[in-house]
């Protein structure tokens, strides 16, 4: 049985929270880590409120430090539901932070959360269609395809049982690297 389509605003998820000097590095910026966690944490509600069901994460795509974040600053995270499979959900996921005495604001990163639904007995099941109401969203729509795609390429030109190291080597020449294989 098919389930339901729902809105891209339906789950969409903003959270805010000052940075303490406890979620700091040794650097005395926030914790990358400590980053990751929230974000995690924000695909999953993102994610378990688009489906209704307990979401696991699947893969985290590229997460650039764009910009660090200082102690003391408010952090901003959004999260929206960019693509939908049959059991995965590609959310997407901004985060912002902010001087709350200057109110000046930074993006610090961005990233795209594969999560999949479990239903209770710990099996992926199926997740709810969703409706794109603008061009902004159709666009993620279609990146998150493109993503995927890229992926599935990648992994099939690389980790077929064909693959021969003879087709890449000038792809290697110019690099930082030193190839010192033993004989086969």
Do not use: W
Request: aromatic letters at 8%; proline letters at 2%.
């Amino acid at each position: 049985m098919d389930k339901k389509f729902k809105t891209v605003d339906s789950s969409r998820i903003s959270i805010s929270q000052l940075m303490q000097p406890s979620h700091s590095n040794f650097g005395g910026k926030i914790h990358g880590g400590y980053v990751l966690s929230l974000m995690d944490e924000i695909a999953f509600a993102c994610a378990s409120k688009h489906s209704e069901t307990y979401c696991v994460t699947a893969s985290v795509n590229t997460v650039d430090f764009l910009n660090p974040i200082e102690v003391g600053e408010l952090v901003t995270m959004k999260a929206s539901v960019n693509y939908v499979g049959r059991t995965s959900m590609v959310i997407g996921i901004r985060v912002v932070s902010e001087n709350i005495r200057t109110g000046e604001t930074k993006h610090c990163n961005s990233s795209y959360f594969t999560m999949v639904a479990k239903d209770d007995d710990g099996n992926t099941t199926q997740v709810p269609g969703l409706i794109l109401n603008d061009k902004i969203e159709v666009k993620r729509f279609l990146k998150s395809l493109k993503r995927i795609k890229n992926h599935y390429a990648r992994q099939k030109e690389f980790d077929h049982e064909d693959f021969s190291l003879e087709n890449y080597i000038e792809d290697l020449e110019g690099h930082r690297v030193k190839i010192e294989l033993p004989d086969c």
